[in-house]
């Protein structure tokens, strides 16, 4: 089993930037990817990066590529999404995700993740 909380969320200005992290306990050697989501009120939740945990190999969503960046550091258990000139549209649930198999890690589906933190709130006002 493995449990994932993530923090960092917050309500920020337009064009600010936000730093969240997710860290992960349990069987956290036997993860081998990690990626963020988002989710905002009556529309699916949408992909943003993921990262191989071994390798540190990422992969961005087109629309997501600029502005956000995930980073690990394997030593903490720890995923980072840096968000940078926030808009607010933005503004929605983010979610970590994990998974031990990782089939296909690179498509940002979500049914690829089997395990999900509970979320931390980002909002950008105008």
């Known amino acids: 089993q493995v449990q994932l909380v993530e923090s960092g969320g917050g309500s920020v200005e337009a064009g600010g930037s936000l730093r969240l992290s997710c860290t992960a306990s349990?069987?956290?050697?036997?993860?081998?990817?990690m990626a963020w989501f988002r989710q905002a009120p009556g529309k699916e939740r949408e992909g943003i990066a993921t990262i191989a945990t071994r390798g540190g190999a990422t992969y961005y969503a087109d629309s997501m590529k600029g502005r956000f960046t995930i980073s690990q550091d394997n030593a903490k258990n720890e995923v980072y999404l840096q968000m940078n000139s926030l808009k607010p549209e933005d503004a929605a649930m983010y979610y970590c995700?994990?998974?031990?198999?990782?089939?296909?890690?690179?498509?940002?589906?979500?049914?690829?993740?089997?395990?999900w933190g509970q979320g931390t709130q980002v909002t950008a006002s105008s």
């Open positions: 995700a994990a998974d031990l198999t990782c089939p296909q890690w690179y498509t940002l589906r979500p049914v690829v993740y089997k395990y």
């Open positions: 349990g069987n956290t050697g036997a993860i081998n990817c």
